[in-house]
């Protein structure tokens, strides 16, 4: 399992999210793109998808946060969920039900928090939880939104 992130410019530590400017120092774009093609050409549903994806990885983003949004539509546009995304003037602890600091990188999720569904190479490694959406969606499909 590889890890896909974004480089993006080290500015300041003070630096607001919408700021942040997305490094193209490297071809980032070229190299996720090859890693997902290679990896999900097989699956299920890759065709159907691949080309509404793809233009993430040959579009230069100046700024992460547009990326982020844009990549989000796609997503909640291909799951069919249909919802208003709404953005707050200042970060806060909203409640005690606030999951914004339950997803972390350094946290382990374990298979049991998720139902399986089938993976490419599930029958070599075993059902993988927590991959990406774009694993979820080349895998399930339109089938995806019943199961999240």
Sequence with gaps: MLALSIPVVHMSDKEIITDKKISHTENWQQQHWRTIESSYRNSPYFIYY??????????????????????????????????DIKFTESFQKESENDLRYSIHPKNKLTEGEFKNYPQLFSDKHGFQPNLSCIDLLFNEGPYSKEYL
């Design 50 to 83: 691949a080309d509404a994806l793809q233009p993430f990885y040959q579009k230069k983003y100046t700024f992460l946060f547009d990326y982020n949004i844009e990549l989000m539509q796609f997503l909640l546009q291909s799951f069919k969920i249909k919802t």
